[in-house]
């Protein structure tokens, strides 16, 4: 990495490593207003490394928004033990968690760390093994940890109906949270990531940054692990209510991703699995968190007349028509098949791709509630289902993304 003007370290930062000046081992949390939980995931932390890297000079640094409550002072509060230091410190720049995770990059460039992990600050579940578990493998050769969760029911839908099956299709890796938000790099690839020229999308500064991570590392044929990190209790999120702005970010990031490594995931048939480290813990499950469907159906049916000039341009008649259905979802069984949603998805991407005179926010926009509306049939097909028998189907849907891949590729390469 070149040093550039374009760094989003603050000054207090800077200072923090000029008296660190080096370290084997970097944690990042990226943080903002979570004093209610930013200082126990600190806390595990330094547990983890005390118990699994004793002998490892370590430091932590808690990249803070400038948050409005007093997380940063929560964690000033806690103790260390001497071969651990810690960055309490601001960043700069644009804010979102992609500013950040970069800041954290760029300490560990600094401090010529060998191994890194990042770790949200809104966790709840977060134990010492999680430290073993995405920084041990980064120090022996696998350069991306993708965490492998027991999530929630009906927790991560943008991840179960986009990012998985779609990641999953096009780079042919069988990698089943790619927006994870906990993860382990090798500083090469943290480097690398340092150097690329995509940080020019804003999206990538906030929270298309994980999505952008796992990208880089599957296009430019890193190596990639999974660990098993047992359950992931943090702030839930309403799809209906809460994801607007993630959904944005995360699609418009990943649908530019798909652009700029179309020459890579063109070329990939088929789905090798990825190696999963540590212990299934399937005995430990959360419990789901609250969703209504009435509120899903009515966010659906209240937004999609008012995109309907964009799908009758982007979708044929009958996937048209197969959400017109959904409407009636509340009084009625819909069958809505997972072909359709992958020509969706697919449909799409091929739009994205081909510049659309409404303009690519737009197109997003409208997908969302479609998205909206493939959760909400999820919903009433899987109510009375367990969370296991929830993953089966979305196991499944992944496949016939997979299995329709080139209907993606006609698509994105028609001119039409």
């Known amino acids: 990495m070149s040093e550039n003007s374009d760094s989003v370290l603050s000054l207090d930062a800077k200072i923090y490593l000029h008296d660190i000046e080096k370290a084997d081992i970097l944690v990042g949390i990226p943080s903002y207003n979570n004093v209610l939980t930013a200082s126990y995931v600190l806390s595990q932390v330094i547990k983890g490394l005390d118990a699994y890297f004793p002998n490892f000079k370590s430091v932590i640094f808690v990249s803070d928004g400038n948050s409005a409550d007093d997380t940063l002072t929560s964690v000033k509060k806690v103790n260390l033990p001497s071969e651990v230091k810690l960055i309490p410190a601001i960043y700069m720049g644009t804010s979102g968690k992609g500013s950040a995770v970069r800041a954290i990059f760029e300490a560990a460039h600094h401090l010529k760390v060998k191994g890194l992990a990042l770790v949200d600050s809104d966790l709840r579940s977060i134990t010492p093994s999680w430290m073993q578990l995405l920084i041990a493998p980064t120090l022996t050769g696998t350069d991306f940890v993708s965490p492998y969760y027991n999530r929630r029911k009906y927790d991560g839908t943008i991840t179960d109906f986009l990012c998985f099956p779609t990641t999953r299709s ?17 500083i090469k690839l943290v480097e690398d990531i340092l150097n690329s020229k995509m940080w020019v999308f804003p999206d990538i500064s906030r929270f298309g940054i994980d999505i952008f991570e796992t990208y880089f590392a599957l296009s430019k044929g890193y190596e990639v692990k999974q660990a098993f990190l047992g359950v992931k209790d943090h702030d839930p999120k309403d799809p ?41 813990k399937n005995n430990s499950v959360p419990e789901p968190i609250k969703v209504s469907l009435p509120a899903t159906i009515e966010a659906f049916r209240n937004n999609f007349d008012r995109y309907l000039p964009i799908y009758e341009a982007v979708l044929e008649q009958e996937i048209q028509d197969k959400f017109g259905q959904l409407k009636r979802l509340e009084t009625s069984d819909t069958n809505f098949p997972s072909e359709i949603w992958a ?36 919903l009433r097909e899987t109510w009375d289902q367990s969370r296991d028998e929830c993953e089966v189907k979305i196991l499944q849907e992944a496949r016939v993304f997979e299995n329709m891949k080139s209907y993606l590729i006609e698509k994105y390469d028609s001119k039409n």
């Open 170 to 186: 096009l780079f042919g890796k069988d990698i089943r949270q790619p927006i994870g938000g906990d993860f382990g790099f090798s």
């Open 240 to 280: 209906t209510s809460q994801l607007a702005s993630m959904f944005r970010q995360v699609t418009n990031t990943m649908f530019t991703c798909i652009e700029q490594y179309e020459q890579t995931w063109k070329g990939i048939r088929g789905i090798s699995k990825i190696e999963i480290l540590g212990e299934n």
């Open 343 to 378: 020509k969706t998805i697919y449909s799409f991407i091929a739009t994205f791709h081909h510049e659309p005179a409404f303009g690519r926010d737009k197109l997003i926009d409208a997908l969302r509630v479609l998205w909206i509306g493939r959760v909400g049939a999820f």
